[in-house]
């Protein structure tokens, strides 16, 4: 029980990678929180874990408004303190742009829920961790926060970006025992991936050294390492979680 007694709040937890980390979270011991948008499948996550005998409550939050963030960390912080936020929600489009096509639409999702949802989640998370001088804060960036993806200049720009938030927050907030660090997954298989067979998905696992795609499973067991205490010399790091494939 690596997590016992912690708590946790995970956005974008609904499905996929977010939903993954809950359930490991709760199985780690802690007490998880999940906002996320999609109200049906987050009751569904969180009576999930709670099936399990994890204890798992689901809060509708849109992360890219500000008063939804706030309404969202004072239900959490009646728990009286946060020990554990991660910032996983993320826009993700069907159809991505190169930077000669990308409407404004574009970069402005992902700049609001991505990014900004980030920044309001962590704001408003950073006086209840500085209380209790502890915290450890998750964002989940991408292999194309590291590298090139095609013609997707807007979530390669913002994924880019959260390196960088995720850097600037260790370096500010670790003096007073606040870890901050980034994971880049690679292709997972979650609803959003290449199905199977496609094209896409073929070249996907070329590119790895593993030779396949990655589990929402496996993200999740490197967000409860750096949630945990065994993570405690860890900040500021950026921990691809992507089969090799930006280590070439
Ligand atoms: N799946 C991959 O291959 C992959 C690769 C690299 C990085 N990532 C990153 O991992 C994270 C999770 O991706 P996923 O594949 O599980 O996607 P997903 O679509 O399965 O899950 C995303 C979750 O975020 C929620 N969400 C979306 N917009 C929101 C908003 N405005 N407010 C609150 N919740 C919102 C959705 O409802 C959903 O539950 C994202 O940050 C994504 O960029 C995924």
Redesign the pocket.
């Known amino acids: 029980m690596r997590l016992q007694n912690k708590v946790t709040l995970i956005?974008?937890?609904?499905?996929?990678?977010?939903?993954?980390i809950a359930e490991a979270f709760a199985r780690e011991g802690a007490r998880v929180f999940i906002?996320?948008?999609?109200v049906k499948?987050?009751r569904q996550t969180a009576g999930g874990i709670s099936e399990q005998g994890g204890e798992a409550t689901f809060i509708k939050?849109?992360?890219?408004?500000r008063s939804?963030v706030t309404t969202a960390i004072k239900k959490v912080a009646r728990e009286g303190r946060i020990d554990v936020l991660c910032n996983?929600?993320?826009?993700?489009s069907s159809h991505w742009h190169g930077a000669a096509d990308a409407p404004d639409s574009e970069w402005e999702r992902s700049f609001?829920?991505?990014l900004l949802?980030t920044q309001y989640f962590t704001q408003a998370v950073l006086p209840i961790m500085l209380k209790h001088q502890n915290g450890s804060i998750i964002n989940?960036?991408?292999?194309?926060g590291m590298v090139a993806g095609r013609t997707s200049a807007a979530?390669t720009s913002i994924?880019h970006a959260l390196i960088g938030y995720t850097r600037s927050v260790a370096c500010d907030y670790g003096p007073r025992n606040i870890r901050c660090n980034a994971i880049?997954?690679?292709?997972?298989?979650?609803?959003?991936?290449p199905k199977a067979g496609s094209e896409l998905y073929k070249r996907q696992v070329t590119r790895t050294f593993l030779n396949r795609?990655?589990e929402?499973e496996e993200?999740a067991s490197a967000a409860v390492f750096l949630a945990s205490d065994e993570a405690s010399y860890i900040t500021g790091a950026v921990l691809a979680v992507d089969g090799g494939w930006t280590a070439i």
């Not at 499905?15 to 993954?20: L, Q, S, Y």
């Not at 939050?61 to 408004?65: I, K, P």
């Not at 989940?140 to 194309?144: N, P």
């Open positions: 956005t974008g937890g609904a499905h996929g990678i977010g939903k993954a906002a996320d948008v999609d499948a987050g939050c849109d992360v890219s408004v939804h996983n929600a993320a826009y993700i609001r829920v991505s949802g989940l960036s991408s292999i194309q979530y994924k880049c997954p690679g292709p997972i298989t979650t609803r959003v991936s795609v990655g929402p993200v």
